[in-house]
């Protein structure tokens, strides 16, 4: 319903939520539903701060969106309930256009930049973050994800020589699972499962 680029989504095919982003202006825009058919404005769904180039993870009712741009927000955390955002933990580092997997009380954040691209992991337990395994390279700007908190990937994304590469997470440390893409993607999108996944764009 509100073009937007940049934003945060999560869910499934039949119940997800779209968040955040930027218009023309404004960063202050609507969280809408999706039921699998078309997309419905949340009365007063307005992220609390307002950014782009977030991350995301949960469910339709129980969503999660964390860093992002302007500059503020890089480590503020919003927790989502169906209805209103609340304010989470903080990032420990601070970044925009990472990677998100995972439920709202077990997730991660998955590289991105600062600007400058970082290696870092991070897990969310619903109330606070912890520090995860590192990538083995620097990695961001929308590598697309897919799978859990303890079983996931990433693929995609920026540097160039990352652009095809597919790594794993075990809940503990990153491999790069040698599953090169055909073509070399960044700003790409992900969802489902470390060994059903999809990616797009």
Known sequence: INGRGAAAAAGTQNASFFAGGTTPGTYAVPTEDYNGVSFS????????????????????????????????????????????????????????????????????????????????????????????????????????????????LVFGGYPAGATYLTYAYNGTAWSNTGANLPNATTGTAGTGTATNALRMG
């Open 41 to 152: 404005n949340i009365a007063n769904s307005n992220l609390n701060t307002g950014r782009q180039k977030i991350g995301g993870a949960g469910s339709q009712n129980a969503g999660l969106v964390f860093g992002g741009t302007p500059s503020a927000p890089k480590q503020q955390t919003e927790e989502w309930n169906g209805t209103t955002w609340t304010a989470g933990g903080n990032l420990i580092t601070g970044r925009e256009m990472a990677t998100g997997v995972g439920l709202q009380n077990a997730a991660l954040n998955i590289g991105g930049g600062t600007p400058t691209l970082v290696t870092c992991t991070e897990h969310y337990d619903g109330s606070s973050w912890s520090v995860g395994g590192a990538l083995l390279i620097a990695r961001g700007y929308h590598m697309g994800g897919a799978g859990t908190e303890s079983d996931a």
